[in-house]
C-alpha cells in the first residue's frame, strides 16, 4: 500500500489509464460507497486525463436509475431494494457499456434519467474517438452483472461512520441529519455490506483508494491488472 498526496494519487490513476491497450475506448469504473468520495475522485481524475489530451466521457450509475415508482417496491428504507431494484443495468450496458466495448460502433448515450424531474432521458447518439476514456462514477458498478464492462476497476473505500458524517454535511439543506442518518444506516450501509459480501468487489478491483483522508489518501494496485480486449 502507498500512501500520498491527492495529486500522486490522481496521477497513478492516469498512469493506469493510460497502460490500457485495448481498440476501443477505454472504460473505467470509479465504484464505492454513497459519500466515499467517489464522484469527486472521477471528476478530478476526468480534469487530469484532458489536461493530458485524452477526450473524456463522464458519466454517473445516477443517470441510470429507474424511475422513481419503480425504485421502491421493498420500501424507501430496504438495503435489498438498494441493491436490486434501484438501477437500469440493461440500458446502462445498451446504450453506454456495450457500444464502447469490443465489437461496439462506438455510438452511445450517457444518460437515461433525470433525477432532479424524475424524468426519462433520450439524449442524442454521439459517436465516441476510438481513444476516448469513460470514466464513470456509482455504487455497486463491480458486481456480477457489470464486473466485465470495465477496461479499470477502482474502488474508493472509506469507513462507514465516515460516509454518515459527510452525509449529512452534503444533505443538511435538503434533509434532517435524523432522516439522512435513517437513510445511510437503513438502506445505504447495509446494502454496501450485502454487496461486499456477496460481489466481493475488492477482490475485483484492480485499484483500491482508501479515502478516509482524501488528502492523504492511500491507494494499492492488485496483481491482475490491466485487462486488454
Same mark, same amino acid.
Given at each position: 500500500?502507498?500512501?500520498?498526496?491527492?495529486?500522486?494519487?490522481?496521477?497513478?490513476?492516469?498512469?493506469?489509464?493510460?497502460?490500457?491497450?485495448?481498440?476501443?475506448?477505454?472504460?473505467?469504473?470509479?465504484?464505492?460507497?454513497?459519500?466515499?468520495?467517489?464522484?469527486?475522485?472521477?471528476?478530478?481524475?476526468?480534469?487530469?486525463?484532458?489536461?493530458?489530451?485524452?477526450?473524456?466521457?463522464?458519466?454517473?450509475?445516477?443517470?441510470?436509475?429507474?424511475?422513481?415508482?419503480?425504485?421502491?417496491?421493498?420500501?424507501?428504507?430496504?438495503?435489498?431494494?438498494?441493491?436490486?431494484?434501484?438501477?437500469?443495468?440493461?440500458?446502462?450496458?445498451?446504450?453506454?457499456?456495450?457500444?464502447?466495448?469490443?465489437?461496439?460502433?462506438?455510438?452511445?448515450?450517457?444518460?437515461?434519467?433525470?433525477?432532479?424531474?424524475?424524468?426519462?432521458?433520450? @439524449? @442524442?447518439?454521439?459517436? =465516441?474517438?476510438?481513444? =476516448?476514456?469513460?470514466?464513470?462514477?456509482?455504487?455497486?458498478?463491480?458486481? @456480477?452483472?457489470?464486473?466485465?464492462?470495465?477496461?479499470?476497476?477502482?474502488?474508493?473505500?472509506?469507513?462507514?461512520?465516515?460516509?454518515?458524517?459527510?452525509?449529512?454535511?452534503?444533505?443538511?439543506?435538503?434533509?434532517?441529519?435524523?432522516?439522512?442518518?435513517?437513510?445511510?444506516?437503513?438502506?445505504?450501509?447495509?446494502?454496501?455490506?450485502?454487496?461486499?459480501?456477496?460481489?466481493?468487489?475488492?477482490?475485483?478491483?484492480?485499484?483500491?483508494?482508501?479515502?478516509?483522508?482524501?488528502?492523504?489518501?492511500?491507494?494499492?494496485?492488485?496483481?491482475?491488472?490491466?485487462?486488454?480486449?
Amino acid at each position: 500500500m502507498v500512501q500520498g498526496t491527492r495529486d500522486e494519487l490522481l496521477g497513478r490513476l492516469a498512469e493506469a489509464v493510460g497502460a490500457v491497450a485495448v481498440g476501443h475506448p477505454t472504460r473505467v469504473a470509479v465504484d464505492g460507497a454513497p459519500a466515499a468520495g467517489k464522484t469527486t475522485l472521477a471528476d478530478e481524475l476526468a480534469v487530469v486525463l484532458r489536461a493530458q489530451g485524452r477526450e473524456v466521457i463522464r458519466a454517473t450509475i445516477d443517470d441510470f436509475l429507474f424511475p422513481r415508482a419503480q425504485r421502491y417496491p421493498r420500501g424507501e428504507y430496504s438495503a435489498v431494494g438498494c441493491y436490486h431494484d434501484t438501477h437500469d443495468h440493461q440500458a446502462l450496458k445498451r446504450v453506454l457499456l456495450d457500444p464502447l466495448g469490443p465489437g461496439g460502433d462506438r455510438r452511445f448515450q450517457p444518460a437515461v434519467y433525470d433525477s432532479a424531474t424524475d424524468a426519462v432521458l433520450s @439524449p @442524442p447518439v454521439v459517436t =465516441a474517438p476510438t481513444d =476516448a476514456v469513460l470514466v464513470l462514477d456509482g455504487v455497486f458498478l463491480l458486481r @456480477p452483472e457489470l464486473v466485465d464492462r470495465w477496461e479499470l476497476r477502482v474502488f474508493v473505500s472509506t469507513a462507514f461512520d465516515k460516509t454518515v458524517d459527510r452525509a449529512v454535511v452534503r444533505e443538511r439543506r435538503g434533509s434532517t441529519r435524523a432522516h439522512v442518518e435513517r437513510r445511510w444506516r437503513e438502506r445505504y450501509i447495509p446494502s454496501q455490506q450485502l454487496y461486499l459480501a456477496t460481489a466481493r468487489p475488492i477482490q475485483h478491483a484492480d485499484i483500491v483508494v482508501h479515502n478516509d483522508e482524501p488528502q492523504r489518501p492511500a491507494w494499492e494496485t492488485r496483481t491482475h491488472w490491466p485487462h486488454s480486449s
